[in-house]
């Protein structure tokens, strides 16, 4: 549903139905289920405590020091299927051929409030794990090349274990003014070989876009 208009009423303006729909009843629908969706992160990255048959970049950790975009289960196909959802019948959360939802899609233009969080495991203990949220990021390397970042975080260490990896857990909440078809991405980077969204802890990993107003 595109945003609706606001009107503003003239004095003893003929009011009809037409009118009331367009004007009281569309806006009130929008309001209360502006676009929004929410997707789970699929784990990107393996090694032999997490190897999950539909990883991508299956069968090694990510190289060190190597940006990655992290990519997401279309809703009610992810890890906690009961609070994956997208308002615009699947507009916001497009997957590619091989089912990666890689970002999230403005529908209108809007003010979007965007809640994101993500489980980053390193090969050893590191010293600079870091996350951002980007704009109409394309490719691995855009988050190092001409990047549109809006948001970053810097986590530590949540878990050593005893096989000497390192866990650490991002979380990151913002707003993002969007034109209609702009994206909305997120990337992770440690100094040690590392994976992405590991797969065995649901709801750990994740990704929210809402629209919240209009653009400024």
């Known amino acids: 549903m595109a945003t609706p208009l606001v009107h503003v009423w ?17 806006p009130h ?3 209360y289920a502006p676009p929004a969706c929410k997707v789970t992160a699929k784990q990107r990255g393996t090694y032999t405590g997490s190897n999950p048959a539909d990883a991508v970049d299956r069968g090694a950790w990510l190289p060190f020091n190597q940006w990655k975009t992290v990519p997401f289960y279309p809703p009610g196909k992810g890890t906690k299927k009961g609070e994956e959802y997208d308002t615009t019948g699947g507009l916001m959360t497009k997957a590619n051929s091989s089912g990666h939802v890689w970002n999230l ?12 969080s993500c489980v980053l495991e390193t090969n050893g203990e590191s010293n600079n794990v870091h996350f951002r949220l980007g704009k109409d990021q394309r490719t691995d390397a855009d988050w190092t090349s001409g990047y549109a970042s809006f948001a970053s975080h810097c986590p530590g260490r949540a ?24 994206t909305m991405s997120a990337g992770g980077v440690a100094d040690k070989d590392f994976l992405l969204g590991r797969y065995n802890l649901p709801g750990r990993s994740s990704l ?3 629209w919240v107003g209009r653009l400024p």
Request: charged share 25%.
């Open 105 to 116: 899609v403005a529908p209108e233009d809007g003010l979007y409030a965007v809640t994101f």
């Open 29 to 31: 629908k929008f309001l």
């Open 159 to 182: 878990h050593y274990a005893s096989d000497g990896t390192g866990r650490y857990v991002a979380h990151i909440t913002s707003t993002i003014n969007l034109k209609k078809d702009q």
């Open 208 to 210: 929210e876009m809402r």
């Open 10 to 26: 003239n004095q003893r303006e003929i009011v009809t139905a037409d009118t009331m729909n367009k004007y009281v009843r569309d």
